[in-house]
C-alpha cells in the first residue's frame, strides 16, 4: 500500500504472515487467515469463519476494537471498481441488525475482484 493511499483511507492488501502474527491471540482453534487489508493502523480480516474489523484507537493505538462479524450476518454486499477518474474501488456490506451497511475503500492496485469472490462464496454458499 502506497503512502498516498493510506493517507487518503484506502485499504490495501496485506501478508496473511504480518496478519496472522497481529491476530494471533484471537483466532479460533483452526481458524486461518484469508484475506487481509491495512488501512493505515486499522484492518479489515477476512478469515475461514468471519469478518473481523480491527480498530487501533488513540494515539499509541494500544487500545484496539475487534468486531467479529460472522458470515451468516451479512445479508448484502456490494463491489464498486475502480474506474477512469475514481481510481479507489468500494465496498459495502449490509449486516443484519443495522440500518447502514460497513463502508470500506481500497486503493486501485488493490484485487477486488479475489475479495468480491471470497465474500461470495462465504455468504451465498457453495
Known amino acids: 500500500m502506497g503512502l498516498f493511499d493510506a493517507l487518503i483511507g ?3 492488501e496485506m501478508s496473511q504472515d504480518d496478519a496472522y502474527e497481529e491476530l494471533s491471540t484471537i ?7 484469508e484475506l487481509a487489508y491495512k488501512l493505515i493502523r486499522d484492518m479489515i480480516v477476512l478469515t475461514n469463519r468471519r469478518l473481523i474489523l ?3 484507537q488513540g494515539l ?4 484496539i476494537e475487534y468486531r467479529s462479524v460472522p458470515y451468516k450476518s451479512i ?3 456490494n463491489v464498486e471498481t475502480t474506474g477512469h477518474f475514481d481510481l479507489d474501488a468500494e465496498l459495502k456490506i449490509w449486516v443484519s441488525g443495522q440500518s447502514e451497511p ?4 481500497f486503493s486501485g492496485k488493490t484485487n477486488i475482484y479475489t475479495l468480491q ?10
Open 10 to 12: 484506502n485499504a490495501g
Open 27 to 33: 483466532l479460533g482453534e483452526s481458524e486461518t487467515i
Open 54 to 56: 480491527i480498530d487501533k
Open 60 to 63: 499509541t493505538g494500544k487500545k
Open 75 to 77: 445479508t448484502m454486499f
Open 102 to 105: 460497513l463502508d470500506f475503500e
Open 117 to 126: 469472490g471470497l465474500l461470495a462464496e462465504k455468504v451465498a454458499g457453495k
